[in-house]
């Protein structure tokens, strides 16, 4: 068609338009014409071979030649079947050079790139996951972007205390000495002490005088979010009462888990590769910390602020059982500490102090009044499901991501 649309054209000017023919340059004529001509031939081989999937390598280097000159892309189009193809290698290709170059360019150890143009990836918010994040995907060559919103320092006690799962999981990201010359002290282990007479009277000045602030502490169970080009990460993605100051910890182990998965995944872009890997990250993080950590918090935060009864019953078994020392102690601190956060040693636990606050209300009664004790354990173990199994679902709820 474009062979006989050329040479029709051509034909059409030159025996019609004198004038027209007089100026123009009748070589540049002749280079239109073998230009048509040749694009129509290789339209047609190319359409004939684009069949068949099997396109031989000579013919493809000419059309790509032909495809290279200026306007040729006008006349004769690629098949549909392999632009898309081509389309994503280009961008692929686009995104190994950039990764090449990247790597080259920003891998010195604790660099964080907060602005870059044409970044790979863009981090809303410079809070614990974003500034942490952008660390690692910085050190591993991409491009990154930081928005941050308020970057004065924040009036607020909000992440005094990093779990040594916390600080694990930060030195296995390299960035230890992020906590450097912060004047933090190391914790020596969950013991209150007697405060000191000079901080005491501070303490009870600022009490008087200060204005008592109060906090939000929220319950976010995590859930999919499946919209291509972004990661809901952080806080804003699952949050959990602070009590036991677990997460720092959560989101710099969350940190760890997605710097080892977009290791995989050269191209972005690639929104079938990045939801598998959300996927993957939903139930990883379940089972290496996050089931612990919400579950721990909100099942404490309960037992603290106890308002009925059965839940006074249980926080006093509950300080029993650490008395009781050896596994009593250490499963627990394991778990609060995010080193050992293993979801059936939770629940095994948990229900331990269940049990053991059902034996102190036996042994709290005497022998005539002992059928009150049968009533009282049943309302203790009610008290101790209704926590526990609707935590337990809210982290389950999504087993079909
Ligand atoms: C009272 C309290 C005490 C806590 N104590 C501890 C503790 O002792 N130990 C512990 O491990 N954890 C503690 N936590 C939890 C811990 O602070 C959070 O889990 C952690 O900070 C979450 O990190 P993040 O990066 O998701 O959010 P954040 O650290 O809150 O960072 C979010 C950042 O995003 C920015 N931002 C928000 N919206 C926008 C926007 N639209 N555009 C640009 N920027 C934006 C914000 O300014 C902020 O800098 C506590 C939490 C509370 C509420």
């Not at 360019?105 to 981090?123: C, Y």
């Not at 009036?155 to 799962?165: A, C, K, N, S, W």
Request: some cysteine; aromatic content about 12%; overall charge positive.
């Amino acid at each position: 068609m474009w062979a006989f649309l050329g040479i029709a054209t051509f034909t059409y000017i030159y025996k019609k338009c004198d004038a027209v023919i007089s100026y123009a340059n009748k070589e540049v004529l002749l280079t239109v014409t073998v230009f048509f001509t040749l694009g129509s031939v290789l339209s047609y081989c190319r359409y004939r071979y684009g069949q068949t999937q099997h396109k031989p390598s000579h013919l493809g280097l000419v059309l790509q030649l032909i495809s290279a000159l200026p306007l040729a892309g006008f006349f004769f189009s690629k098949s549909s079947t392999h632009s898309d193809t081509d389309e994503k290698s280009h961008w692929r290709k686009r995104k190994e050079a950039k990764l090449r170059h990247s790597s080259q360019t920003e891998s010195t150890p604790g660099t964080v790139v907060l602005a870059s143009s044409d970044p790979d990836v863009i981090i809303v918010g410079a809070g614990v996951l974003g500034s942490a994040m952008a660390a690692v995907l910085a050190r591993d060559g991409r491009k990154v972007t930081v928005i941050e919103r308020d970057l004065k320092e924040p009036d607020r006690i909000v992440g005094e205390l990093l779990q040594p799962g916390g600080y694990r999981a930060l030195m296995e990201l390299g960035l230890e000495g992020s906590v450097e010359g912060l004047d933090a002290h190391t914790v020596q282990g969950y013991v209150i002490h007697d405060m000191d007479k000079h901080l005491k009277e501070s303490f009870l000045i600022a009490l008087q005088n200060d204005r008592l602030r109060t906090m939000p502490a929220s319950f976010l169970p995590p859930s999919p979010v499946n919209k291509p080009g972004v990661l809901l990460l952080g806080d804003a993605y699952n949050m959990r009462h602070p009590l036991t100051g677990g997460g720092m910890s959560v989101v710099l182990n969350d940190v760890q888990i997605w710097r080892s998965l977009l290791r995989n995944i050269p191209d972005l872009y690639d929104d079938i590769a990045v939801l598998e890997a959300k996927k993957k990250f939903h139930w990883a993080r379940k089972k290496s910390h996050s089931f612990v950590v919400n579950i721990l918090a909100q099942a404490l935060y309960e037992l603290f602020a106890a308002t009925d009864n059965s839940l006074h019953q249980l926080r006093k078994a509950c300080f029993h059982y650490f008395k009781l020392g050896g596994e009593c102690v250490t499963g627990p601190i394991g778990l609060l500490s995010v080193l050992s956060p293993n979801p059936m040693t939770l629940i095994g636990h948990f229900f331990a102090v269940a049990l053991y606050a059902v034996y102190f209300s036996f042994k709290s009664e005497p022998w005539f009044t002992k059928p009150r004790a049968f009533f009282n354990s049943g309302a203790i173990l009610y008290r101790a499901c209704a926590i526990l199994f609707p935590l337990i679902y809210s982290e389950l709820k999504y087993l079909v991501y």
